[in-house]
């Protein structure tokens, strides 16, 4: 039987329960009757429950899903999803840019598109393992603290029945089998945000986003917010409902990770990526998930200027999320924390005992391990990326934001250490568009052209 991830409701109103606790509703009584009908609780860490409801217990589902979501929230005050809203919360919005600042380069820029690809390949063997696998199987290959690719060699037979790599990706992201960059929707969204600014440009709208990824991204290629978004649009419904209907993943990590080319592309004004980010956003998400892509792109653009450093990225991100939101909160915490523990390790267990509620994939953890991970390492490529994947969750996410930041500020990709970026023999597979196997250099000049572009 075909058990179809991310969008059975007898999976969402698991999640559904969880995040309304997160935003200030009661599900109390709602939960109550899910469970005295035999429901259960969300997948830990697939996409669907191993066996499917029967009719009348998904009927019920669907049913909750519509209670819940007509119940007060208590948190609206402080995360706002309206971007109106938003800029009014935000005390230190940027101002508009009026002078002209230097465009990065096509160099600065793949190694930009270099850095993401490497964080993402790095996290991919153990997407889903929790921490103490992720650090066993680092160490029994003399490979922790974490400095070069996950591999099998010396790893003993029972540690890896016990921790199997990620299924979908071992075969092409362990360091004994990389050939090229594989798919993976950490890159391929970034594509598909190249392909936006070319046939809309910088004026795009939300049902823009949404006319692309019909046009050109497969339906199988979206997880999480975006399926829920992408069944949604199917179904008739129009953005930025596509975000709230039966979607329990709206603050998870998945705008965040679409967010690097409206920083790549805005030099220098943090507003204008924010603000670009904000209409990719709100097609799948909502709160403190568009404020994790609104943080990312700002950060980006920071980053996409002269003479700066991570810090002040970081704290340029800081500048557009509202400051009483449980992200601009995780952040802040997480930079403290890097900056005053000299063990990584010590500040990811901390992270995940403070964020212990949280899903692994929700948005508020995961932006507060890569602020610590780049904080940590005050910027240094590798230590960016290898500390944002040694600290688990989505750790192939983690490691592409973390390495597109380190990337941009290394400023060239001959700075990058040869043991990442050979093995990827600039050479990305894709199921968007003309883009397969296209190269890194290739797509540093498809981007500062729509840098430079008026």
Known sequence: MLRLTWVQPEDLLGHELHQAVQDGRDPSRVAARWYAAGGGTAPPRAG???????????????ALLDELAALPGGTEDDEPTDLALIKDRCPDWP????????APGPLRLEAAWLGRAVGCLLGKPVEKLPLEAIRALARASGNWPLRTWFTERGVP???????????RS??????????GMPEDDDLNYPLLNLLLLQRYGRGFTTADVA???????????TFTAERVAYRNLLGGVEPPDTARRHNPFREWIGALIRADVHGWTNPGDPARAAEQAYRDATLTHTA??????MFTAAAIAGAAVPATDVHACLRTGLRVVPPGSRLARAVRHAVRLARTTPDFDAVVDELHTVHRDCHWVHAVPNTALIAAALTHADGDFTGSVCRAVSGGLDTDSNGATAGSIAGLLTGDPAALPDRFTGPLKNRLATSVAAFDGIGFDALAH????ETVRP
């Open 170 to 179: 071992a075969a092409t992201s362990l360091a004994e089998n990389i050939d």
């Open 48 to 62: 669907a429950s191993a066996t499917a409801a029967s009719p009348s217990l998904r009927r019920l589902a669907a």
């Open 211 to 221: 006319r692309l990824w019909l046009d050109e991204l497969p339906a199988g290629r």
């Open 288 to 293: 403190n998930g568009v404020y994790a892509a």
């Open 157 to 167: 037979r029972d540690l890896l029945d016990a921790h199997p790599w990620n299924r």
């Open 95 to 102: 101002p508009p840019r009026y002078a002209p600042v230097p």
């Open 446 to 449: 498809l981007t500062h052209r």
